[in-house]
């Protein structure tokens, strides 16, 4: 079974512009995970969703920051405008409820705003 | 979730048992503990979870106190691509998960 598939891998963009990241969790999984890494703050979970619905966005940085899951399959994180301190790496992570909270994370998207 | 306190760093020569402590002293009855590691450039991987009673699996043990307010992770051998940071988890469910710092496991060759 493929993991928790995330895109673009890499990006690098100028301040300003809008960022969309993307997400796909593992099939069946009904909780998705995004979070954000840097140096400086660590692993910080910024919103999670249960059965497509956002449960909890308190960590969401402020109103450039934007979250969806249209259906169980996709996500999205969309920054608008980008900021060079939002440079981070960014992962996105999924679980089904059974198992509790061991969660699955995908390998992260880079994202450098110059 | 409960908070824990884990050292930021150990070192651990290669071969070797590697233990790697975390503190909870306000865990509350349902939770379990968790942990997880993140090797350089990597997401976090899920290594093994317990309640109360110690677990083992092909990767670690899971040693938890009788009273549960402390736990180790043990490694029995390690290795060097067991490098990486630890992070140990507290949590009753399906709640937000949150990562502290973790230990940062450097194993020696």
């Known amino acids: 079974d493929a993991g928790v598939i995330q895109s673009p891998r890499h990006e690098v963009t100028e301040m300003g512009q809008e960022v969309t990241l993307r997400c796909k969790p593992i099939?069946?999984?009904?909780?998705l995970f995004w979070y954000r890494q840097t140096m400086m703050r660590g692993l910080e979970l910024l919103i999670y969703f249960n059965n497509n619905v956002p449960i909890d966005d308190s960590g969401m940085p402020e109103d450039r920051f934007s979250a969806k899951m249209p259906n169980a399959s996709f996500s999205t994180l969309k920054i608008q405008p980008s900021e060079p301190r939002d440079s981070a790496v960014y992962f996105c992570a999924s679980t089904v409820t059974i198992s509790g909270n061991t969660i699955y994370f995908g390998e992260g998207s880079w994202l450098t705003v110059v | 979730d409960a908070k824990t306190t884990q050292p930021p760093s150990m070192d651990c020569a290669e071969g070797r048992a590697a233990n790697l402590p975390c503190n909870h002293s306000t865990i509350s009855g349902n939770e379990y503990v968790y942990w997880y590691r993140q090797i350089h450039s990597q997401g976090p991987q899920y290594i093994i979870h317990?309640?109360?009673n110690n677990e083992t699996n092909e990767m670690a043990s899971l040693i938890i106190t009788e009273d549960r307010k402390s736990s180790t992770l043990i490694l029995p051998h390690a290795t060097l691509r067991d490098t990486a940071v630890y992070y140990c988890?507290?949590?009753?469910?399906?709640?937000?998960?949150?990562f502290g710092i973790g230990t940062k496991l450097q194993v020696i060759p």
């Open positions: 099939s069946g999984h009904d909780y």
């Open positions: 317990g309640l109360k």
């Open positions: 988890i507290v949590s009753g469910g399906y709640q937000k998960v949150t």
